[in-house]
Every structure is written in C-alpha cells, then in structure tokens.
C-alpha cells in the first residue's frame, strides 16, 4: 500500500471509530459483564421481572391462536426447549422462543419502559429461557445475561425514541436486546458480541401501530419475532458473519424521528441501570389506558358507583393516548388499545384484569357506556411527557353529580411502585389455571432465584 492509500485508509478507520464508538462501548459492557457487578438490588428488580414475566407468558397461552400454533409445532417437531403452558412438549429454541414471547404480549400485562417506549423484558427472556435451557446454563449466568440483554434493548429504543409516526414499539428494537443477552449468555468476546447485535439490528420489523388499534393480531407475534431474530443474530455472529459497521444507528436510523442518538447507547454503563426505571402492569390494556384506569379505580374506591348510574365519562389525558378513541372494538386486542371500552369494561365487570379484555367481554352493555366516553387532549397533560403520563377522568352520573379523579402517573413505576405482594397476586392469578395452584409457590421461588433455565422451564408445565 502507497503512503496515499495509507492514509486514506488511516482517516477512513477514524471515521469509523467514531462513528461506532458507542456502540463497541456497549458491546464490551456486554461481554464483559459479571454477575458480581450488578448491584444486589438490581439483580432482585432483575429476578422480579423475570418472575412477573414467566407469569405473563403463562397467563397468555390460553389464546387461541396461540394455543392452536403451539400444538401444531409441538406436534411436527422434537428439540430440547420448552413450550410454556403444554404438559412438557419441547421444540427447536427457535420455535420456543416465538412463541413464548408471543404468548407472552397478548394480555398486555407485560411489563416496560416510558424511557423506551416499550416492553423489553418480553423482548428478550424467551430467547434466553430457550438458549438456556438447551444450553444447560446456571441460574447466575441466566440472571446476568438477563441483565445485559435488557440494558441493551432499552438502550438501543432510546436512541431512536419517538419512533416515526404509525410504528408499534413492539419489534423494533428488541431483537438487539436479545442478540445481546444470548451473546453473553454463550460467553462471546466483545467483537463477536457487536456483530450478533449489528446483525440483529438488520432484522427490525415494519412493525405497524395501526395492527393494535385495528385488531390485527399479527401485532401479538412482534415479540416473538424479536426474540427468534435475536437467536438467529447470535448463531450467525458465532459462525462467522459480520455487521454493518455502526449498523445499530443505521439498521434503526430509518424508524427513528429524528436522528439517532448514539451516545444513548453507552450513557450511564454500569452505574445507571435501565431495569430499576422500568414498571409493571396490573391493567391489562395498552399503558397509554393505564392513568385512565387508576383514576376510574380512584373514583370507584371512593364513591359507589354502578353501570346503571353513569351518564357520560369525560377522559383529559395526553396525545398518544387520546388517540385510542374507538368506543366499539371488534375483538380482545383492539379492546385492550380502547380508553373509551377499558372504561365500559371496568364499570360493567368490576374488574381491569386478564377477564376484563376477552372477547367475552366484548358485551352490548360495554359498548353503550363507551359510546358515552369522550377522550380530548390536555395541554398540561402533555407537556409533562415522557417524565409523567397522567389522566383526568370525570364521571357524571345521572342524577347530574360530578365524581373527579386526576392521576399524574400510572402505578407500576418509579412513581407508585406495586408491592412485591401485589406482583405475587398478579402471578397467582395467571398462573395457577395453568399450572395449578399447589406449583405457583414454587414456580414464583425458582423464578426469583432465579434457578436454571432447565429448572425454571420444567415447572411452567400444566
């Protein structure tokens, strides 16, 4: 090479440097990381939302379509990874991986992140559950590959949060999460890491918001994608193949608003972490629904009010939630992306739960005090996003009495945390039709552990 061709060669390898300096830097956290540097209280956050999430996984494979697929595959093939909810039935991890992380977004109970504007645990404990098992992987590498993937995932959707108009959070950037997470759980070297994660990158869905408001239940399968294609990434990294350099910004620059924010990739390494600002859900609706049903909840707490008495519901909230303004939903998952039928659900059921947003519930006596709900937009609402995502909820009941109720936050976060008794009450209910009630202790035990994947896998059974 001529002393031109050296230094281009020289400032081309600079230009590079710099532009994937954040993203090397997150890959070396990754395959670096030990379980002695996570703190104690994260790795219990960590273990408690591997428990909630094992929960809702469970809890969503009595879908039908689930259910159906689930048979199907267990049917045609043999492997070495458990299918949650069936009598013991394993697959390829491949499959595992889909379909538990399927199953587990169809209840909207899983848990997330405002700063990310998503849900990553669901994006990336299947495809560790199934590495895992089939690996025959500890509890304590299981618990920090857990750690590394969710960092990542959140970390990833924050450089390129908001996301462009009409893209569904879900798919976008979780299968870098899980990439991540099944690299460090194999042990890979930093370089080996960052290519499964540029990889991944490559394969980000289009997803569609409009799939959830309209009903179409291939929203339910962006998860799953994510945790196959994280899978996917890391096998081929380990065979050999390359990313795109900076291919995290490059791949996920095209979804994004604005342009990326690669420093939001390392910021914070090792002494923020994202999973202690991530929160859980009791409500099984969009979040968006979510400060609309605490104060609904506030307003039933305080006051007895029935069905029968309420006239109209006036609902204040912010932009991207007054938007979910379809007060007659045609089947369980435009339900769940509905404020005007979460309202007239709750009134007619009592309850915000898994029941409340079936298709069963889909009731002539929902839809009438839907149509009576009016959801507009409040500019002080607004103004407080992303930091707070508040509601204001007035009831006027026939007899023309106003009930009010304001809520600044959902519960579930940093602000009104839920109750470890509250989460283990969630978990109960979900999993105990599955499993049975005289397993849910020691399934809730081995996923606080958290215990081996093989372990912690053999007791979802039904």
């Not at 509250?422 to 809730?444: Q, T, Y």
Request: proline letters at 4%; glycine letters at 8%; one cysteine or more.
């Amino acid at each position: 090479m001529n002393e031109p061709q050296e230094r281009a060669a020289e400032s081309g390898a600079n230009a590079e440097s710099e532009s994937e300096l954040d993203e090397r830097s997150l890959a070396s956290f990754v395959a670096a990381l030990d379980t002695s540097a996570i703190p104690d209280r994260v790795a219990d956050r960590a273990s408690l939302t591997i428990a909630d999430t094992v929960g809702v996984i469970l809890g969503g494979t009595s879908d039908p379509a689930v259910a159906a697929l689930t048979a199907d595959w267990a049917a045609q093939n043999g492997g070495n990874a458990t299918l949650f909810g069936t009598a013991g039935q394993r697959t390829s991890p491949y499959q595992a991986a889909f379909l538990n992380g399927t199953a587990g977004s169809v209840l909207e109970l899983d848990e997330g992140h405002r700063f990310a504007a998503g849900h990553p645990a669901i994006h990336v404990l299947p495809a560790l559950l199934a590495d895992g098992e089939s690996e025959f992987k500890s509890g304590q590498e299981f618990l920090t590959a857990f750690v590394a993937a969710y960092e990542t995932a959140v970390r990833v959707a924050r450089m390129v949060v908001p996301l462009t108009s009409a893209y569904h959070p879900h798919g976008v950037w979780g299968a870098v999460g899980a990439a991540a997470g099944v690299a460090r759980l194999r042990e890979f070297d930093a370089e080996t890491t960052l290519h499964a994660m540029r990889i991944a990158a490559n394969y980000a869905q289009h997803t569609r918001f409009e799939a959830a408001t309209e009903g179409a239940t291939v929203r339910n399968g962006y998860t799953g994608m994510s945790n196959l294609a994280g899978l996917v990434a890391a096998d081929q990294a380990q065979a050999g193949f390359t990313g795109l350099t900076d291919g995290l910004a490059r791949h996920l620059q095209s979804v994004a608003d604005a342009e990326p924010e690669r420093d939001a990739l390392a910021a914070g390494l090792g002494e923020l972490w994202e999973i202690e600002r991530g929160y859980f859900k009791r409500h099984a609706a969009c979040r968006y629904t979510h400060p609309v049903l605490d104060a609904l909840t506030q307003i039933r707490a305080d006051h007895d009010v029935s069905a029968a008495d309420v006239d109209a519901v006036t609902v204040e909230t912010y932009p991207a939630a007054a938007t979910l303004s379809n007060p007659e939903p045609t089947n369980a998952l435009q339900a769940k992306f509905s404020i005007p039928f979460a309202v007239g659900t709750v009134l007619t059921t009592g309850t915000t739960g898994k029941e409340a947003f079936t298709d069963e519930a889909l009731t002539e006596d929902a839809y009438k005090l839907a149509r009576r709900v009016t959801v507009t937009v409040a500019d002080d609402v607004a103004a407080r996003v992303p930091d707070e995502r508040g509601a204001r909820v007035r009831v006027t009941l026939d007899n023309g009495e106003t009930l009010d109720a304001s809520v600044r936050s959902a519960r579930g976060g940093e602000h009104d945390p839920f109750t470890e008794a509250e989460l283990r009450a969630k978990f109960d209910e979900l999993v105990a039709p599955v499993v049975g009630s005289s397993h849910v202790d020691h399934l809730w035990g081995a996923a606080r552990e958290p215990a081996a994947p093989r372990v912690l896998c053999t007791l979802t059974r039904a």
